[in-house]
């Protein structure tokens, strides 16, 4: 394994993101190749930085097209950057090799967001949550099984023994997750990437299942990378939050921060429309007009001002850089100041 490069994070964070950028190239037809000089690409993110301490939860919030999952993939090494640095512990996760990536998965697991799509129909509940450690520890197969079982235990699949040999469909969506759940924390990773993790399951059980993230967060003494579109569920597990608008951060900070003083229009909107158990309180925040813009050719000046309520004429003309105003809160608007009186 590559050991740790100069010009690295310090020890106190496990992840550092710097300008990230990942580009997808738009598949054209032959005739339009033929007559067209330029390649279009979808800007999914577009310049992000962002660092994670150890043992901390970062949310990544914004609405569908926001650029949130493939953030979470790039950074985990599940796709190819474009441009930018990912460290992962002080190495440049794009400077190694594929053996040493592989070896590294281990102490990078993703919990998907939808288990049934996940989870080998085939494949009994036993045998898929094994299966990291086949790959990773196959020196010790004859101890997998109660690794597993012990891991089973602790995500509530009780009695394990019982759940083993069932298959994905002879279970609830709850239990599927938890399936899921088990299977990421079998290598006994250092970062997770929780990629909607409980936007399938009922409302039922969701709150269940963050309390069970939360709980096995201590005990593992994990860091989660929360992707999520909901900001009542990021509340309930977040440490900071970054709020994405396609493909930048328009926000990020300390989650209560940024949750008590919003500095930028889209966080104010979003969290306006995050429902309150309240029939009395009254919404005075408009919510952002039409959807999320092309993210092939995206609006001049700052990103969402064709939907921003407070625009002006120099917010289509110049782009807003991302800037500390509070201690570890920054924002990307020209005019956050005047949210802060
Ligand atoms: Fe709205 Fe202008 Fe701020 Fe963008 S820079 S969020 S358009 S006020």
Redesign the pocket.
């Known amino acids: 394994m590559s050991e740790k490069t100069l010009n690295t994070p310090s020890d106190e964070y496990l992840v550092e993101v710097r300008d990230l950028k990942k580009w997808f190239p738009v598949q054209t037809s032959f005739i339009d190749q033929m007559f067209s000089k330029q390649l279009d690409y979808v800007r999914a993110v577009d310049g992000v930085s962002f660092k994670i301490r150890r043992g901390e939860v970062l949310g990544l919030a914004g609405e569908s097209g926001s650029g949130k999952t493939t953030i979470g993939r790039v950074t985990i090494g599940l796709e190819e950057k474009t441009e930018g640095e990912v460290y992962f512990d002080g190495m440049d996760i794009s400077a190694l090799g594929s053996e040493d990536l592989r070896k590294l998965r281990r102490r990078m697991q993703v919990i998907f967001q939808d288990p049934l799509a996940s989870l080998n129909p085939r494949m009994s509940l036993g045998e898929a949550i094994m299966q990291g450690l086949k790959i990773h520890y196959p020196e010790s197969a004859e101890q997998h099984r109660d690794i597993a079982l012990e891991m089973m235990e602790k995500v509530g699949l009780t009695p394990a023994r019982f759940y083993f040999n069932k298959f994905p469909h002879q279970i609830s969506g709850g239990q599927r997750q938890r399936v899921v759940i088990a299977r990421a924390l079998i290598t006994k990773p250092d970062l997770v990437l929780a990629d909607e993790p409980i936007a399938m399951a009922d409302v039922s059980v969701r709150a269940l299942l963050l309390d069970l993230m939360i709980q096995l967060k201590k005990e593992f003494n994990l860091t989660y990378l929360f992707i999520t579109h909901d900001l009542a569920t990021a509340k309930y597990i977040c440490d900071q939050i970054g709020i994405l608008y396609l493909g930048r951060i328009a926000e990020m900070g300390d989650l209560r921060d940024v949750y008590s003083v919003p500095l930028?229009?889209?966080t104010q909107a979003l969290l306006a429309a995050v429902p309150v158990p309240d029939p009395h309180e009254r919404r005075t925040q408009p919510m952002p007009k039409g959807e999320i813009p092309n993210p092939i050719r995206p609006p001049s000046g700052?990103r969402?001002?064709p939907r921003?309520p407070?625009?002006?004429d120099?917010?289509s003309q110049e782009e807003?850089q991302l800037r500390e105003l509070l201690p570890g809160h920054q924002v990307a608007?020209?005019?956050?100041e005047d949210f802060m009186k």
């Open positions: 930028h229009p889209y700052c969402f001002h921003c407070f625009a002006q120099i917010c807003p608007c020209h005019f956050a």
